[in-house]
């Protein structure tokens, strides 16, 4: 049995796209294995969202092949990466097999056979496949507790500085009522919770209304909501959503309906509407805080995270400022930020990446330090209540501790009697909340 080990970079799409390749390997009688030295097969699923995430995946081919032991496994790269090098990625990093492409990740193993069988620096850039299988075997979730579903992929909307639509292609949506039957094999084989996922959920738009008809909403987006919410799974969550497709009628959907769950991640990117615009995102700061007020308008609290990027070309002194009034008057949960990275290819490329990397520090550095504090203040906001946690693992850190999520999304530790006790995992239970420390509450089981 031919060994494989699979390292994901990247966002959940990735990570997804990695849960069904892994399914297929083992199905055709691959063993997937944690220990990279012991694979007779390396794949990587790449990103390349910024340079340092591109290079993550020339390092690991690097150090593979720098290693002087006897087995010396294929390589094959999967992803992003693939798709937008495709055949310069064999001389830009030496001893690469293979090279499959974003919609290709169905034929992983077809890959691995065509090069066992001799064939040197096979690459498979085409389409998917029509009758391609968006299920995923138990085995091979990336959590075994929650269940990611690709609602759409790709994105229409090119933004100046993203690689995205390069690497994904155009927004093609999956028609509701075969998501809806992925929902209910998920729900009938015990998941508590999943994930709509897509670039872009919310600019959700299938071909047909099959599955919806029976749904109100204002968009396909909120009807697949109310009609995913119908089938009684106890959790869903869903992300990225994007600001100018975002209609108030999500949030009306996740008030009406219990199950769908209190946490909404609206990247902005900036608080400048010059940088808005020459980002080319469609909305102005103006209509997002009209969003935003709905949200935090809902009767139970929703959580609220966000993207930035510092450094943007011409970006001055003044947009970072108002990047930072902007975090000030929203009060997000948590933020992830990132400096500028120019993108071969994408039209901000073209801009000169004048501000310095010196300066890029600087605000990414001042951005986190004030995020912070309103992280801070909406951990502690949770001590001394309860919140119902589905129990998804051991902590790393405290094989004592474990570990899981509420439903707006944040990570809850909490000690279990027994080390590596089994016995509340994959179930949602009611934990009181004590203290907060970064990123994380720590509470007891009442
Ligand atoms: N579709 C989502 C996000 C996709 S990429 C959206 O529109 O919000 C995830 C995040 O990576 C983005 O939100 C952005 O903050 C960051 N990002 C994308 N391209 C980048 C670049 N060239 N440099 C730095 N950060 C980038
Ligand atoms: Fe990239 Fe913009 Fe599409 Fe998000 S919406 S994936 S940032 S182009
Ligand atoms: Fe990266 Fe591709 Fe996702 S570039 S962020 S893995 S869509």
Redesign the pocket.
Known sequence: MKKVYLETFG?QMNVSDSERAASSLESKGYEIISDENLADIVLFNTCS??EKTEHKLYSKVGKIRSQQNLRKPLIGVLGCVAQLEGETLFQKSQGIDFVLGTKAVGRVSNAIEEVLNGRKQFLDLGKREENYDWSVSETQRNSPHVGFIPIIEG?N?F?T????PFSRGRERSLVAFQIIQQVLKLRDEGIKEIHLIG??VNSYRPKTEEGLEKFKGATAFSRLLRAVAATGIERIKFT?S?PRDFHSDIVDAINENENLCNWVHL?V?SGSNDILKAMRRGHSIESYLEKIDKIKSAPERISLTS???VGFPNETEKDFRETLKLVEYCQFDSS?V????P?PGTPAFQMIDNVSEKEKTIRFLEFEKIQKIYQQMALQSYINKTVDVLVEKFSSKNPKELSGHTKCHKVVNFESKFERNNELMGKIIKIKVTKSKANTLYGNVI
């Open positions: 966002c969202v910024r994105c909307k933004c500085y993203c690689i995205v670039q872009n990225t994007f990247p990117q993207d930035f990027i992830y990132f400096k500028y990275s993108r």
